[in-house]
């Protein structure tokens, strides 16, 4: 005879909250009342979408930028209070691969990072492009020296991998410019 499976008699269990219910914050997430002053917590106790008010990055565009990998960003660090410089190589506007366009707030010729805190690198065939510009590779270098923050995503790995500033560093990117990053890092060793 088959013994009942003691599972099947009990009560279903709550496996994401066990024990009892914590109270939800402003932001929705659930946090024990009695939690410490973390940076976590300090950040959850701000108003919501305000996190980076008073910041300033710059996301640098230039024709067929990979679409999401601009716009999601953008649009993230736009809610969160940032304010986001579209800078391209000089068009008044860029069309992504997919066909979204990108209206230029700027020409990167004319922006200095000592004026912004963060940069942004996106992918797509944009930063073939974009690497090939002095300028670009200057904010990259200044935004290196300054310990600002560089955010670079798939085939954007092109423009810091140029402007030389990944010596010593472990950098995430798409196996198609792998060889790339690693060919102009040993040629920046050898000089």
């Given at each position: 005879m088959e013994q009942p499976n003691p599972a099947a008699t009990t009560e279903p269990k709550d496996v994401c909250w066990p024990g009892p219910r914590q109270p939800q914050n402003e932001l929705g997430t659930r946090r024990n009342q009695t939690s410490s002053n973390t940076a976590t917590d300090r950040i959850e106790q701000e108003e919501p979408g305000m996190r980076l008010h008073g910041k300033?990055?710059?996301?640098?565009?230039?024709?067929?930028?990979?679409d999401l990998e601009l716009w999601y960003p953008v649009l993230?660090?736009?809610?969160?209070g940032a304010e986001v410089v579209l800078a391209g190589l000089g068009a008044p506007?860029?069309?992504?691969?997919?066909?979204?366009?990108?209206?230029?707030?700027?020409?990167?010729?004319?922006l200095d990072m000592a004026d912004f805190d963060a940069i942004l690198v996106v992918g797509g065939w944009a930063p073939d492009k974009l690497r090939r510009s002095e300028r670009v590779l200057d904010l990259l270098r200044a935004a290196d020296t300054a310990g600002k923050l560089i955010g670079v995503i798939c085939h954007g790995g092109w423009v810091p991998a140029s402007a030389g500033i990944l010596k010593g560093r472990t950098m995430t990117c798409t196996p198609g410019i792998k060889d790339d990053a690693t060919i102009i890092q040993w040629a920046c060793r050898a000089a």
């Amino acid at each position: 005879m088959e013994q009942p499976n003691p599972a099947a008699t009990t009560e279903p269990k709550d496996v994401c909250w066990p024990g009892p219910r914590q109270p939800q914050n402003e932001l929705g997430t659930r946090r024990n009342q009695t939690s410490s002053n973390t940076a976590t917590d300090r950040i959850e106790q701000e108003e919501p979408g305000m996190r980076l008010h008073g910041k300033r990055v710059i996301a640098l565009v230039e024709a067929d930028y990979e679409d999401l990998e601009l716009w999601y960003p953008v649009l993230r660090l736009r809610e969160e209070g940032a304010e986001v410089v579209l800078a391209g190589l000089g068009a008044p506007s860029y069309r992504g691969k997919h066909g979204l366009p990108a209206e230029t707030d700027a020409n990167a010729e004319d922006l200095d990072m000592a004026d912004f805190d963060a940069i942004l690198v996106v992918g797509g065939w944009a930063p073939d492009k974009l690497r090939r510009s002095e300028r670009v590779l200057d904010l990259l270098r200044a935004a290196d020296t300054a310990g600002k923050l560089i955010g670079v995503i798939c085939h954007g790995g092109w423009v810091p991998a140029s402007a030389g500033i990944l010596k010593g560093r472990t950098m995430t990117c798409t196996p198609g410019i792998k060889d790339d990053a690693t060919i102009i890092q040993w040629a920046c060793r050898a000089a």
